[in-house]
């Protein structure tokens, strides 16, 4: 088993900057890739970052060169620096852990709203 708890998520006004952290426990030695997804209201879940144990990240295009995803094996944690943040940016940010091809652990969700 494995959990996973998103913090860092707030109100913040388009331009400015949040941090979202991921803490896993349990299972920890089985984690492959690790991920942030988003929800926005109305719309289906999405691939925000993926980033691999060793490093290799991966974005969606809209947050490329504003966002960066890290990843702490000693401390267990995995981060997502959110820079020049848009009102479009608005939604639950989920973190997520692979540990097979078929099993991957969500995190309960932390919402990030952009706004003026």
């Known amino acids: 088993q494995l959990q996973l ?3 860092g998520g707030g109100l ?3 331009g400015g900057s949040l941090r979202l952290s ?3 426990s349990g299972s920890i030695f089985s984690i ?3 991920g942030w997804y988003r929800q ?3 719309k289906q879940r999405e691939l925000v970052a993926s980033i691999t144990g060793g490093g290799f990240a991966n974005y969606e295009d809209s947050v490329r060169g504003r966002f960066t995803i890290s990843r702490d094996n000693a401390k267990n ?3 997502l620096q959110m820079n020049s943040l848009k009102p479009a940016d608005t939604a639950v940010y989920f973190c997520t ?7 991957r652990y969500w995190g309960q969700g932390t919402q990030v ?4």
Do not use: F, K, N
């Open 22 to 24: 991921c803490v896993a």
């Open 5 to 7: 708890v998103e913090s």
């Open 97 to 103: 852990a692979d540990v097979s091809r078929l099993t």
């Open 40 to 42: 926005a209201p109305g």
């Open 77 to 79: 944690t995995m981060y």
């Open 32 to 34: 492959s890739v690790m």
């Open 113 to 116: 709203t952009v706004s003026s």
């Open 12 to 14: 913040v006004q388009p």
